[in-house]
């Protein structure tokens, strides 16, 4: 039983099956005293909404390990929609890069604009908090492999940057 779950947990999976979206209302409580959304807090729904999609697609516990740049393109009030869109882009050995956009909306306009993108990596790990294999993804298009293709060199570049050779 118990190895027929770990071979589960180790079949490729689509990225479909953990897209995660988010909508969150701005309130005051998220705002600073231009009345814009916190960086933290738009920070915080970005950690989280990938760190769903990150379980979602593990079927695992997985924590965050790297957070790559992070440029807020253009703020979002209070009375507004911030949307958050978390993809699964790579997965690598035990750990898995997620992409997240995150737009802002006025409601009533409709009219909607870029907000924040960002790479997060997560680790899969067990219940001694040790790295295990993680789910590979599933390649099933052009578009996946070079996703996947692509990730691999975000992760070369963010290893040498986090880990410079001492
Ligand atoms: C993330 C963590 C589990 C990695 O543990 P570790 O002992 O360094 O493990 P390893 O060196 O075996 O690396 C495990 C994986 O993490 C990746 N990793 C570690 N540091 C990384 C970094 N700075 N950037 C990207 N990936 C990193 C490794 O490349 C490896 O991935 P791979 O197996 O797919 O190649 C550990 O550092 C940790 O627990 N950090 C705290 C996490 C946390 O508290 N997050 C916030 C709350 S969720």
Redesign the pocket.
């Given at each position: 039983m118990q190895r027929m779950s770990v071979k589960l947990l180790l079949t490729p999976r689509s990225r479909r099956e953990s897209m995660t979206e988010m909508t969150e209302y701005v309130l005051p409580q998220h705002a600073n005293a231009l009345g814009n959304v916190f960086g933290g807090q738009i920070m915080a729904w970005v950690?989280l909404c990938a760190?769903i999609t990150a379980q979602r697609h593990a079927g695992h516990m997985?924590?965050?390990?790297?957070v790559d740049d992070l440029m807020f393109e253009n703020p979002v009030k209070v009375g507004e929609v911030v949307h958050l869109r978390a993809q699964l882009t790579a997965?690598?050995?035990?750990?898995?890069e997620i992409e997240v956009t995150v737009s802002g909306e006025d409601l009533s306009t409709r009219r909607r604009w870029p907000c924040v993108h960002a790479y997060l990596?997560f680790?899969c790990?067990d219940e001694d908090?040790?790295?295990i294999?993680?789910t590979p993804l599933l390649l099933e298009s052009d578009e996946v492999r070079a996703s996947q293709l692509l990730g691999e060199e975000r992760?070369a570049h963010?290893?040498k940057r986090?880990?410079p050779p001492s």
């Open positions: 950690d760190a997985a924590v965050t390990a790297f997965t690598f050995r035990t750990s898995m990596t680790v790990i908090r040790k790295p294999p993680v992760r963010r290893l986090s880990r």
